[in-house]
């Protein structure tokens, strides 16, 4: 079963402050993704990568920087927080052929004060 | 501009019924198409695809959908539900040429009364 963990799970930080969201993928999987849900907008992605040290810009990019250091791990650091980044963030991968199926985590839940 | 259209944010039905979550895409072109079903406060769960061929394809738990080119849909549906499918249900798009770049819909919110 593929497995992608997510943390923290839970973060609450203030307006200005240094967060960094991990995910980790135990699927062998080239492809891995940065998304935050919010009412009205589903699920939007902010940036993906399709291997170690590549990074690709997603739809809402604005705010946030990833950085993929290994094959397993991709990190969604955000530098000055703001209360917009507010939301719930997925990590998800999926494989080279990416025929659709993504493999999420639980969840990061981020408030920003 | 890609966009998928789920039109209905909630659909609420009794244990037995029938159901059918509608999604819309606007892209002309090669596409893969997905559904998604969220239980409260977990991540997403992978239902069902279709690319080509036949369709109607099969998921899991009894759930289909259909691929219409002509209507730009790509409906779920199930015959009979329960009431452990309440949960969000989320429609995706994927360009062909686009590798990793899926979009999803806002989500309906399907609720079962027992």
């Known amino acids: 079963e593929a497995a992608v963990t997510q943390s923290p799970r839970n973060k609450v930080t203030v307006t200005g402050g240094n967060v960094t969201l991990s995910c980790r993928q135990t699927?062998?999987?080239?492809?891995m993704y940065w998304y935050r849900q919010d009412t009205g907008h589903g699920l939007r992605l902010i940036h993906y990568s399709y291997g170690a040290g590549n990074l690709q810009i997603g739809d809402v990019p604005d705010g946030y920087k990833a950085t993929r250091t290994t094959q397993e791990d991709f990190f969604l650091l955000l530098e000055l927080a703001s209360p917009s980044q507010t939301s719930l963030y997925f990590c998800?991968?999926?494989?080279?052929?990416?025929?659709?199926?993504?493999?999420f985590g639980e969840g990061s839940k981020l408030t920003v004060l | 501009t890609q966009t998928v259209s789920q039109s209905d944010a909630h659909v609420t039905v009794f244990e037995g019924d029938s159901v059918e979550l509608r999604c819309n895409y606007s892209?002309?072109?090669?596409?893969?198409l997905s559904w998604y079903i969220q239980h409260h406060g977990h991540g997403l769960q992978f239902l069902l695809k279709y690319y080509s061929g036949n369709p109607v394809v099969q998921g899991v738990n009894g759930f289909e959908a259909e691929f219409s080119k002509s209507d730009s849909s790509f409906h779920l549906r199930k015959a009979s539900v329960h009431w452990s499918d309440s949960a969000v249900y989320f429609c995706a798009v994927r360009r062909g040429s686009a590798l990793g770049r899926l979009h999803f819909g806002a989500g309906t919110q399907l609720i079962v009364i027992p």
């Open positions: 699927n062998s999987h080239n492809y």
């Open positions: 892209y002309g072109g090669s596409i893969y």
């Open positions: 998800a991968s999926s494989d080279t052929a990416n025929t659709g199926q993504l493999y």
